[in-house]
């Protein structure tokens, strides 16, 4: 680990969850933190315990222009941008047939757009200062999807392999990339969910028996404290599972899908 020096942060989704967990940890390490979310009055306590050292920015990170328009304030607020979070998000809950042209294109615009158009903006000054750390919230096992649960499973498993990318092309200009994967924490995630309406042809599937249990609930603030030690590594990885059970499921899938892709192989090779 490199040795402990003042870092400035821009967390988007910083009000709530993960963005407001990590939030806290940095001001309460001494770091610096702009703050962006839709409604940013949730954060005045925090600004108040930490005066000069959170700035806080109205954002909705579907409109481009206007994170283009953030980023420049909130690198202008300090003079620099050192970690970058990509936390803002939200929860779309229905099967594939049931979900809307406009609920999978606000939950896309909301969940994977949004990641981009920050990325996009962040990059030109971490890239002129040549450092800097950009962490994208995926989701445990990213990679897959689950029934129920198939739009938010495309939105962080194409976030994810853009974090892939992003890793493989911004390392030579000293910018660390991480996709971060975390298990259920107990945030506004669920509580705060949009459903779709229910087609009753799929009560068989919502009701099936034999369904994985998720990993028990967690608190966000031990996932903060686990980034904060992150971003301090010399070389990340550029993927990490968040949550120890939750990194055990990972593991579960993982074998799972070599299991199959083995069992398939006399298939596959047909293929040349």
């Known amino acids: 680990m490199s040795e402990r020096t003042e870092q400035v942060w821009f967390i988007t989704g910083a009000s709530s969850g993960l963005g407001r967990a990590i939030a806290e940890a940095a001001l309460d390490a001494g770091d610096r933190v702009i703050g962006s979310a839709r409604d940013v009055s949730a954060l005045r306590p925090l600004a108040e315990r930490h005066a000069g050292r959170l700035v806080t920015l109205p954002l909705d990170v579907s409109d481009r222009d206007a994170v283009f328009a953030a980023v420049g304030r ?3 607020a300090f003079g620099r941008l050192d970690v970058v979070v990509n936390a803002a998000g939200r929860l779309l809950s229905g099967m594939i047939e049931e979900t809307t042209e406009e609920q999978a294109r606000a939950h896309l615009d909301s969940n994977l757009l949004g990641a981009l158009w ?5 990059i030109p000054h971490l890239r002129e200062q040549g450092s800097g750390h950009i962490l994208h919230v995926t989701a445990m096992g990213a990679g897959g999807g689950s029934a129920g649960y198939g739009l938010y499973g495309a939105g962080k498993s194409a976030l994810s392999a853009i974090s ?26 669920f509580s705060k969910a949009e459903f779709a309406a229910r087609n009753p042809a799929y009560d068989r599937v919502r009701s099936a028996p ?3 249990p998720l990993p028990k609930v967690s608190s966000p603030a031990k996932a903060a404290r686990v980034v904060l030690k992150l971003v301090r590594l010399q070389e990340p990885p550029t993927r990490l599972v968040l949550g120890g059970e939750a990194f055990e499921r990972v593991q579960r899938i993982e074998r799972r899908r070599g299991e199959e892709y083995a069992a398939w192989e006399w298939l596959s090779r047909e293929g040349g």
């Open 74 to 76: 909130a690198a202008a």
């Open 118 to 122: 920050v990325s996009q903006a962040v």
């Open 164 to 189: 892939q990318a992003m890793s493989a092309e911004l390392s030579a200009f000293g910018i660390k990339v991480t996709s971060l994967e975390p298990g259920p924490y107990a945030t506004s995630l």
């Open 210 to 212: 034999g369904k994985e």
